[in-house]
């Protein structure tokens, strides 16, 4: 970690004594200058040592000194003793304790140029360590992404990482990963986010007491995504140098997976259109040369869908849903936008439904009774029109 001012009047060698203010002050630099006004040269968190030559021993000047180091954001004063003044002066001391800075006592033995140069080495040792993290991190993401599904284990990594929650977006606004569990709960506000802006460009934006950034997945002309990182403390340098490795891995990985999830759509698709206009045969043939899984012994035909912006979140959370992955149960869209659900006649599939409908804005759908597979085509048209006439309820499902 940077020097504070404690670790340094820790360092025997250098003979520190704090005199004013706290000793948890984190020093980014050190400065020497005997100037009346030395803020023009000084940045922000400097430590800035003087032997006060320029101002008399009991000068009344020592206040708007003080002061002016105050709005240059120089948080600590270290005073050189034996030169010009034989303490640290008083009034400096009251002025630095009024205005909240803090003051060290530089022993007459020590240089400042030691005391510089003890700030520079812990600020490169500093940013050693956190290479060295950045190192350890890009190797974990790399693994991550060796992993499948690779663009899952990304976003878990980097979210435990950052200590934060993260999401991954498709460009349609379909989540594709998220971590920790509860991160998809701000999945909707990602979404109004990146239509307001109507830009693929990095963008932040607070949710409350978190801040949230957006960065483009892939080239941000047509990116395949948006990744998406909300945690209340703000992105360091190397955290966003570790986001900007996660983006990278994941621009091909979010490519690959939408292309490979959209061939799979189709296959399901085509499967589906064969059952529905009664080519069993054909549709069995199809569904084993694929290696779709289809369902066994009696069956019932589902019609879903969602809100119009949320249709999309629907079918990936059937085609995410483990119970009916575990029935074989046969998920396919349709033109209109809708969903259709093939599955087996076992206690509970309703449930499951119903479940997953409610997890969605204006989820709704209808279901046939159980019937044999070969029976499909023949219910297909009277459950298609009960779902065409199935209007967005408030609280209830179709």
Not at 106 to 132: C, K, L, Y
Not at 170 to 199: F, I, K, Q
Not at 220 to 231: E, S
Request: proline fraction near 6%.
């Amino acid at each position: 970690m940077p020097e504070t001012l404690a670790s340094l009047v820790a360092r025997r060698d250098l003979g520190l004594t704090l005199r004013a203010g706290r000793g948890d002050v984190i020093v980014h630099w050190a400065h020497i200058s005997e100037l009346l006004d030395p803020t023009p040269y000084l940045d922000e968190g400097t430590l800035l040592l003087t032997t006060g030559l320029s101002l008399g021993r009991t000068s009344s000047q020592w206040p708007e000194y003080v002061e002016q180091l105050v709005r240059a954001g120089v948080p600590a004063l270290g005073f050189g003793v034996g030169l010009r003044h034989a303490i640290v002066p008083p009034t400096l001391i009251e002025a630095a304790d009024r205005l909240g800075v803090s003051v060290v006592e530089v022993s007459e033995p020590t240089r400042f140029s030691s005391v510089v140069r003890a700030v520079t080495d812990g600020i490169a040792a500093a940013d050693r360590a956190a290479q060295t993290s950045a190192m350890e991190r890009y190797r974990t993401l790399v693994k991550a992404a060796l992993t499948a599904p690779a663009h899952r284990s990304i976003v878990t990594s980097l979210a435990v990482y950052l200590d934060a929650w993260v999401l991954l977006l498709s460009r349609e606004g379909h989540v594709l990963a998220g971590a920790p569990d509860h991160a998809r709960r701000n999945a909707e506000r990602v979404r109004l986010e990146v239509s307001r802006t109507r830009s693929w460009h990095s963008a932040m934006f607070d949710l409350g007491d978190t801040r949230v950034t957006l960065l483009p997945v892939s080239e941000a002309a047509r990116p395949a995504g948006v990744l998406a990182v909300g945690r209340p403390a703000p992105l360091s340098g190397h955290d966003r140098g570790v986001v900007d490795i996660a983006v990278d891995l994941l621009s091909l990985e979010v490519a690959r997976a939408a292309e490979l999830l959209a061939s799979e759509r189709r296959e399901r698709a085509t499967v589906l259109a064969l059952v529905l206009a009664g080519r069993y045969a054909a549709a069995e043939q199809a569904a084993e040369s694929l290696g779709i899984p289809l369902p066994e012994g009696l069956v019932r035909i589902a019609v879903v869908t969602a809100d119009p912006g949320h249709r999309g979140d629907l079918l990936v959370a059937l085609e995410n849903e483990r119970s009916l992955q575990i029935v074989s149960a046969l998920v396919a869209g349709d033109p209109r936008g809708r969903m259709v659900v093939v599955l087996p006649a076992v206690e509970g599939h309703v449930g499951v439904l119903q479940s997953v409908l409610s997890s969605v804005n204006g989820g709704r759908g209808v279901i046939g009774a159980a019937v044999e597979w070969t029976d499909l085509a023949r219910v297909w048209p009277r459950v298609a029109a009960l779902a065409t006439r199935c209007r967005p309820p408030r609280r209830a499902h179709c």
